[in-house]
Structure formats: structure tokens, C-alpha cells
């Protein structure tokens, strides 16, 4: 099939420029189109959300059981020794008040241990008699862990026993009476944790 001619040209867009000659142009003729199964589009976004949302599901399960393991073992670590976990349907223990921290002066026999320290140090406090008992002098920990506060300069004057340094301990207000009282009876040392 073929277009007629047309009588008039085609104006050309270029100014002065002759006008444009019409062509026929011949145009084939239509053809069937064979039967195909018909295409669905857009399945796979769906796929793609649910896949995420179930990794989505399947990371938060992760962290839930990650959450009740770290609850359970906090609950478990918290139970002082000798203390009977409570029974199921009873009230839990109330946790106890925050311990408060006071700074006690604790003069160490040895002023050479005492150069070492640095405030932030975590040291253990250990006393051991001035005067064995029966020949035997055993040493005990008196702290565990206490924080160096403050190690204060020597001044030049020297402990009441012709030695030793101080040193201020952060340590609960309870430590800080046993050190007290032992530092009067004992011979006070510390190891640094």
C-alpha cells in the first residue's frame, strides 16, 4: 500500500532555503502476531521485600535471645555467695544502694612501692602483723582493687614507724575503717592488679 502524493511541497525550516520534495514512502503490511503466555511483572520487588523482611525478623529474634542471655547471666552474677536464689513466684531481691566511696589516707611501709603508683592505679591493700604470733606472721587482704586517688609528695618527715609513704585510696566507706584500724596494729603493702 502506498500514500498518495501530495500536490503542495514541504515548507523547509531553513530561511530561503527551497522548499522540501515529498516522497511516498511505501509501508509494509501488518503481520500477525503469534500467541505467547502472557508476562508478570513487578513478582520480583515483592521477593526482594519479603526476603529482607524476614532477615529483618530473623536479626531481631538474634538480638532478643542475645538480650535475655546477657539479663540472665547480669541476674545470676548478682546473687551474693551463700544467698539462696529466689524461688519461682516470689519476689525478687532488691538491689542495694550504691556503695559510696570516700578517700582514705593508708600509709604503706615500703616508700619505694609507693614511687611506683600513678592516680587511676587499681592495687590490693594487704596487712601483716608488726608482731608475729606464735612465730607465724600471716598476712591478709584487707582491700581488693581500690582506685590511687592521690599519691601526695614527700614532704621529708617520715611515719610514725621511722618509714613508709602515703598514699589516698578510693575505697567504700566500710574498707576505708578496716584500713584505719590496721594501719595502726599492721604493717601495711600493696600490689598493683
Excluded at 22 to 27: D, G, S, Y
Excluded at 79 to 90: L, Y
Excluded at 141 to 169: F, I, K, M, S, Y
Amino acid at each position: 500500500m502506498t500514500f498518495p502524493s501530495r500536490s503542495h511541497p514541504v515548507r523547509s525550516p531553513f530561511p530561503g532555503a527551497p522548499p522540501l520534495p515529498v516522497v511516498a514512502t511505501a509501508v509494509p503490511e501488518a503481520c500477525g502476531v503469534p500467541p505467547f503466555a502472557p508476562l508478570r511483572v513487578g513478582r520480583g520487588r515483592h521477593r526482594l521485600r519479603r526476603t529482607v523482611r524476614r532477615r529483618r525478623h530473623a536479626v531481631a529474634a538474634g538480638l532478643a535471645m542475645t538480650a535475655a542471655a546477657l539479663a540472665a547471666s547480669a541476674a545470676g552474677s548478682r546473687a551474693p555467695a551463700g544467698v539462696d536464689e529466689p524461688r519461682a513466684g516470689t519476689a525478687p531481691h532488691r538491689e542495694r544502694e550504691p556503695v559510696e566511696m570516700v578517700s582514705a589516707p593508708v600509709r604503706i611501709a615500703d616508700a619505694a612501692t609507693v614511687r611506683l603508683l600513678r592516680p587511676g592505679d587499681r592495687v590490693d591493700v594487704i596487712a601483716s602483723p608488726v608482731a608475729p604470733v606464735d612465730g607465724r606472721a600471716d598476712a591478709r587482704v584487707l582491700a581488693r582493687g581500690a582506685r590511687v586517688a592521690e599519691v601526695p609528695r614527700a614532704t621529708g618527715g617520715e611515719g610514725p614507724d621511722g618509714g613508709g609513704a602515703l598514699v589516698v585510696l578510693s575505697v567504700p566507706r566500710a574498707t576505708a575503717t578496716v584500713l584505719a584500724g590496721a594501719g595502726a596494729a599492721s604493717r601495711l603493702a600493696v600490689t598493683l592488679c
